[in-house]
């Protein structure tokens, strides 16, 4: 079974703290994303990377980064945490191969007080 | 405007009804396409690929019209168990298998 884990299934944090979200996927996937989700607006891409080291920025990246050292982890960073960045954050991976199905962690339920 | 846009419902329907979801998507050169099913508090699992032929799998057929930018997802027969949220998924042309999420469909079936 392809199994993605992410590192907490819930998080309050404190305005202005440096957040981490980790992320491991068990099935040498090339391909790893992070999304939040919020309601009424979906899923929306903050990042994805294809290969280690490789990083390319989604629709919404402002105020994150990320960070691939190991194919098997893929780590989201909140730089400083603000309150619009509470939210629903689900990290998935896929095979590199085109037309893949995308697996997806549990998600982190993260609050910004 | 939205790279892909669903009618977010809620559909409300008995048990054994038909339901039919539509999606639209912006990018002409969108290569590939998916039905993803989300229940309440869990995350999203595939429910089927869209094939330009059109797909059937059991209860749920998928079908695909490039012309006008459309994906279609009908459920026969619905199940209690049906009740989710569909979420249409578009891969667009960018050599990389990144996906682009609708916000979703809620469906609500009721005995």
């Known amino acids: 079974d392809v199994k993605v884990t992410q590192s907490s299934r819930y998080l309050v944090k404190r305005t202005g703290e440096k957040v981490f979200l980790e992320c491991v996927q068990d099935?040498?996937?090339?391909?790893m994303f992070w999304y939040r989700q919020d309601p009424g607006l979906g899923l929306r891409l903050i990042y994805f990377?294809?290969?280690?080291?490789?990083?390319e920025k989604g629709d919404i990246p402002e105020g994150y980064s990320v960070s691939r050292e190991k194919k098997e982890r893929f780590s989201l960073i909140l730089e400083s945490a603000s309150t619009n960045q509470t939210s629903m954050y689900l990290c998935?991976?896929?095979?590199?191969?085109?037309?893949?199905?995308?697996?997806f962690g549990q998600g982190t339920r993260l609050t910004v007080v | 405007r939205k790279e892909v846009e669903q009618d977010p419902g809620p559909f409300n329907v008995p048990e054994g009804a038909t339901v039919a979801f539509n999606c639209t998507y912006s990018?002409?050169?969108?290569?590939?396409f998916f039905w993803y099913r989300q229940d309440c508090r869990k995350e999203p699992k595939l429910l089927m690929s869209?094939?330009?032929s059109g797909n059937e799998d059991g209860r749920f057929t998928a079908q695909l019209n490039r012309a006008s930018q459309y994906i279609s997802l009908l459920i026969r027969d619905s199940k209690l168990s049906d009740s989710a949220t569909y979420l249409c998924?578009?891969?667009?042309?960018?050599?990389?298998?990144?996906?682009?999420f609708g916000a979703g469909t809620r469906l609500a079936v009721h005995p």
């Open positions: 990377s294809y290969d280690v080291k490789m990083k």
């Open positions: 998935a991976s896929s095979p590199a191969a085109m037309n893949t199905e995308a697996f």
């Open positions: 869209v094939y330009s």
């Open positions: 998924v578009v891969i667009p042309l960018t050599g990389y298998n990144k996906l682009i």
């Open positions: 990018n002409s050169a969108s290569q590939s």
């Open positions: 099935m040498d996937h090339e391909n």
